[in-house]
Nanobody, 116 residues
Framework: QVELVESGGGLVQSGNSLTLSCVVF?????????VGWYHQTQRNEREKVAL???????WYVDSVKGRFTASRDISINMMYLKMDRLKPEDTGVYYC?????????WGQGTQVTVSS
């Protein structure tokens, strides 16, 4: 089965940037895969923050529009989430995921902490 391993989290000051990475092992990424990122907040509420569908179109939750950019590199089985102008409310655990043929695969999560 597919395994996702993510990295790139850390402690940053408000206003700074951070980029998360996610490697897809096993069966590699395909252009038809739906890839995305979820944010589990300090209140342990998980929300979808970014998505790239099989056609390559991107979606972002309103709170991160203009600040976060999701991308993928199919050739090396990588997913990225570039986060700019980070805010304290962005703090939490971020999970990458892949949806393939209605089956979901999740990363282990990486902690992002934004200090004020």
């Amino acid at each position: 089965q597919v395994e996702l391993v993510e990295s790139g989290g850390g402690l940053v000051q408000s206003g700074n940037s951070l980029t998360l990475s996610c490697v897809v092992f096993g069966r590699g990424l395909d252009t038809s895969d739906i890839v995305g990122w979820y944010h589990q907040t300090q209140r342990n509420e998980r929300e979808k923050v970014a998505l790239i569908n099989g056609s390559g179109s991107s979606w972002y939750v309103d709170s991160v529009k203009g600040r976060f950019t999701a991308s993928r590199d199919i050739s090396i089985n990588m997913m990225y989430l570039k986060m700019d102008r980070l805010k304290p409310e962005d703090t939490g655990v971020y999970y990458c995921y892949v949806q393939r043929d209605n089956e979901e695969f999740w990363g282990q999560g990486t902690q992002v902490t934004v200090s004020s």
